[in-house]
């Protein structure tokens, strides 16, 4: 079963750049690590998904080390839109398209 | 697309009586999964379904749970009867299945349930 690890809580300013990194040491062969985003009263809304290296779109960057026990979800210059929640996954080990939400990270943007 | 469509949003109920909140997947969807969201207990995964086939329903937390998948477009999770603690946002949401370990779920909004 894979499990993640991330930070309860973040603050952070307007403009700035923002870091989670999220762990997973038990992490399969084949398994994409995929960040969601989740503002109040929403669902959580896909963010990125990686296997290696780095992955950049137009709202994030996602970098992953060769052994790819962690990953670091980076937003540049954050604006107080960015205060949500925001979950590191990677499938259950063996449960198909099965995804574990843990806590998240709260990403708290201010003035 | 109109991404995954989830009714009523909201639903306010009395303890005892049968509650039924609805779910259509994407098209093109081949995965449907119902999670259930508390401040308590976080996001949890309740029940999903692979080809309209259950999968696994081990986080369905008891028999007053209950799902169908009639179709490939129309979901179904029922709660006979309510009680107050099953007061919670449910969240239906879709994926298409792929064999590379790539796994994305899209979320519809949610149905609010109030059970008092």
Redesign the interface.
């Known amino acids: 079963l894979a499990k993640t690890t991330q930070p309860i809580s973040m603050d952070s300013y307007e403009g700035q750049e923002v870091n989670i990194t999220c762990s997973h040491n038990n992490i399969a062969t084949n398994d994409y690590i995929t960040w969601y985003q989740q503002f109040p009263s929403q669902g959580p809304r896909f963010i990125i998904q990686g296997y290696k290296t780095k992955v950049t779109n137009e709202v994030a960057s996602l970098f992953i080390p060769a052994d790819r026990k962690s990953s670091t979800l980076s937003l540049p210059r954050v604006s107080l839109s960015d205060t949500a929640v925001y979950y590191c996954l990677v499938p259950v080990t063996g449960g198909g398209n099965k995804l574990t939400f843990g806590t998240g990270t709260q990403l708290k943007v201010e003035l | 697309d109109a991404g995954?469509i989830q009714s009523p949003r909201h639903e306010v109920t009395e303890m005892g009586q049968e509650v039924t909140l609805r779910c259509k997947p994407i098209s093109g969807h081949n995965?449907l999964?119902w999670?259930r969201q508390t401040m308590m207990r976080?996001?949890?995964?309740l029940i999903?379904f692979?080809n309209n086939v259950p999968?696994?329903d081990s986080g369905m937390p008891e028999d007053r749970f209950s799902a169908k998948m009639p179709n490939a477009s129309f979901s179904t999770l029922k709660i006979q009867p309510s009680e107050p603690r099953d007061s919670a946002?449910y969240?239906c949401?879709s994926?298409l299945?792929l064999r590379?370990?790539?796994?994305?779920?899209?979320?519809?909004?949610?149905t609010?349930l109030t059970v008092t």
């Open positions: 995954v995965s999964f999670y976080g996001l949890e995964l999903y692979n999968i696994d946002v969240f949401a994926s299945s590379d370990g790539r796994v994305k779920q899209y979320f519809g909004p949610g609010r």
